[in-house]
């Protein structure tokens, strides 16, 4: 069964204090793996599509990997802004439905 | 760009009670899903069109849920009796093609049923 794990369910961090958070998956072929970003009150948006396993994609303070199994969002030097839920979803080789993860609450304090 | 539109943006019923739910996609975006939020959950996802064909309804509970996409633009997603365990807040969301392509997001409504 295809699914999506993210750890941990919730990070608090100082401002300036660099993190990782986690997407574990297991899809029988990959076609695409999505990060959004959710502001409360808010539809999730998109920050970034990793199609194969050693891709590696920036934008500001955020950097998202690939591996055959699992992702990771590096968040460096966070600010207050950047506090959000995010949410990792695959897609697999064999339809086009999104398999979503429960989302990491990031809290940054300043 | 305009967004997604959605309305209403909150919506309070009771149980055994109809509602729907409408969306206007970025214009020329041939995909269109409407997704549930559970507190605390990742979204799940009802049914997804492309242009005014369904691609996927395999989770649509279609005892009590139904959705439309005339003319293969706007839509409309009906619940018709409500449960409690609907209370959640319904995304619609619009994308240019289906494989690979980054979904955009409306504001989404928050149903409560008491």
């Known amino acids: 069964e295809d699914q999506v794990t993210q750890s941990p369910e919730a990070l608090r961090l100082q401002e300036g204090e660099s993190s990782s958070l986690n997407c574990s998956y297991t899809v029988s072929g990959l076609r695409g793996l999505f990060w959004y970003r959710q502001d409360p009150g808010k539809g999730p948006e998109f920050l970034f599509t990793l199609y194969s396993a050693g891709e590696e994609k920036e934008k500001e303070r955020l950097k998202a990997t690939l591996t055959k199994k699992e992702s990771f969002l590096h968040i460096t030097a966070p600010k207050p802004e950047d506090s959000a839920t995010y949410l990792c979803a695959v897609q697999p080789e064999s339809n086009y439905q999104l398999i979503w993860g429960a989302g990491t609450k990031l809290i940054i304090k300043p | 760009e305009a967004g997604v539109a959605q309305s209403p943006r909150y919506k309070i019923i009771e149980k055994r009670q109809s509602v729907a739910f409408w969306c206007n996609p970025i214009s020329g975006h041939a995909t269109l899903y409407w997704y549930q939020q559970i507190l605390g959950q990742g979204p799940k996802l009802l049914i997804q069109f492309q242009n005014n064909g369904v691609v996927d309804d395999s989770q649509l509970p279609k005892d009590r849920f139904s959705a439309e996409r005339l003319k293969g633009v706007d839509s409309t997603l009906k619940i018709q009796p409500a449960k409690l365990e609907d209370s959640a807040v319904y995304l619609c969301?619009?994308?240019?093609?289906?494989?690979?392509?980054?979904?955009?997001f409306g504001p989404g409504t928050r149903l409560t049923v008491l």
């Open positions: 969301a619009s994308s240019p093609g289906l494989a690979g392509n980054e979904q955009f």
